[in-house]
């Protein structure tokens, strides 16, 4: 019998997609679910934007472009880095790509072998371990806990180090738990890198979406130049998830060899997207402290009303737009919880473990929806307990 190959049976996806289609068929019966388990901003893309897509769509820019992308973004993405990480790459080590997600994959591909392990968080996003495992390398993980405000700690990652150890992955601001990493944290992850000749990608999708706290990136210490590279993107901030936009920062020699990687899989990203990402990173930022503050908001709300619950206890996350509530009193397992809460309660959210094993006696909820709906949500996991 013809049979796939080893990678394919080991990769994996993501739980979120797995619990909307749930709460769709319930709908489909007629049922009213309140969403929590997608990670999408509640907003549309701002009309700056649109309309310079709407424009290079008028105008044509509809054809192959070079598969690492064009000259205007790459350059609009070196004068954003300059101005918000505070180093100016070479326009060799900007890479674009169709959203951040195969900036993940082609980076982990470029880096790690079979055999090599790979240090990661957990919980923490599954694109990691899931392309991790599909190498054949073995993840190692670094637990977030609560105690730490689910900050990595860099003494955990010094005493998981081994002679096989070819990458760590950094998340800040987190997925799932909002946590967000200080400067000094980072730093030492990145001197740890240096010090034992490892890789660092730093997932930074959600570089602008922080309160009461600064972002910082661990690739400011060698500029992405040698073993750093900077992962981000315009879905969260920019509410542009279904454009497909993303952006690399790596050392040179990796930048040539992702073209060779772009090319095979992906050709390019298309070109009227690019004009709209030159827009974004250029135009008027206004709605982004906007939506930040609508946010915020959100965030006092829910963390304050999952508090109200028996059982649950909730940190204030201090980044994107996640709570990760711990539910160990209630005496359910996380999934059993997360069952709950969509069958009783009709309130779809996510399993902890759907993020990894130290995700156990947590739930994630996705707060990019309305205040009428946290309040709602709130009311019927109240009253699905008693």
């Keep these: 019998m013809v049979s796939l190959s080893n990678g394919a049976n080991r990769i994996y996806g993501e739980a979120a997609f797995e619990v909307l289609a749930k709460a769709q068929e319930l709908e489909r019966q007629g049922k009213n679910i309140l969403h929590f388990e997608i990670g999408e901003p509640d907003i549309e893309t701002p009309k700056n934007i649109v309309q310079a897509g709407i424009k290079a769509i008028l105008d044509k820019k509809t054809h192959y472009t070079p598969s690492i992308g064009i000259l205007e973004l790459r350059k609009a993405v070196q004068d954003e880095i300059e101005k918000t990480r505070g180093y100016r790459p070479d326009l060799e080590q900007i890479v674009i790509t169709p ?57 955990d990652i010094k005493e998981k180090i081994t002679e096989k150890t070819k990458l760590i992955i950094v998340n800040s601001p987190q997925n799932p738990t909002g946590s967000v990493m200080t400067k000094s944290e980072l730093e030492e992850i990145a001197e740890i890198a240096e010090n034992n000749d490892i890789f660092v990608v730093s997932d930074e999708i959600y570089s602008k979406m922080t309160y009461e706290t ?81 946010f915020k908001e959100k965030r006092d709300k829910i963390v304050e009303g999952l508090n109200s619950i028996p059982g649950f206890h909730c940190l204030s996350p201090k980044g994107a737009f996640y709570t990760f509530p711990n539910i160990l009193e ?25 993020f990894g094993p130290y995700g156990e006696g947590y739930l994630r909820f996705s707060y990019a929806t309305t205040l009428e709906n946290i309040d709602a949500a709130i009311k019927s996991i109240k009253k699905s307990f008693k």
């Design 99 to 155: 959203g951040l997600k195969p900036g993940i994959f082609f980076s982990i591909l470029n880096i790690v072998n079979p055999g090599d392990e790979v240090i990661y968080q957990d919980p923490g996003y599954p694109t990691y371990g899931s392309v991790t495992s599909f190498l054949g390398a073995k993840g190692v993980l670094i637990p977030l806990l609560e105690e730490n405000e689910f900050r990595m700690n860099p003494n």
């Design 214 to 294: 600064k972002h910082y990136t661990p690739t400011a210490r060698d500029e992405a130049k040698e073993r750093t590279i900077l992962l981000d993107g315009f879905s969260k901030y920019y509410a542009m998830t279904g454009w497909r936009l993303g952006y690399m920062v790596t050392p040179v020699k990796m930048a040539e060899r992702l073209q060779d990687f772009l090319v095979s899989a992906i050709s390019c990203t298309a070109a009227f997207t690019q004009w709209a990402g030159i827009e974004a990173l250029t135009g008027d930022q206004y709605f982004i402290p906007e939506m930040m503050a609508r």
């Design 330 to 354: 209630t005496g359910m397992k996380s999934q059993e919880c997360a069952d709950h809460l969509l069958y009783k309660a009709n309130v779809a959210c996510l399993p902890g473990t759907a």
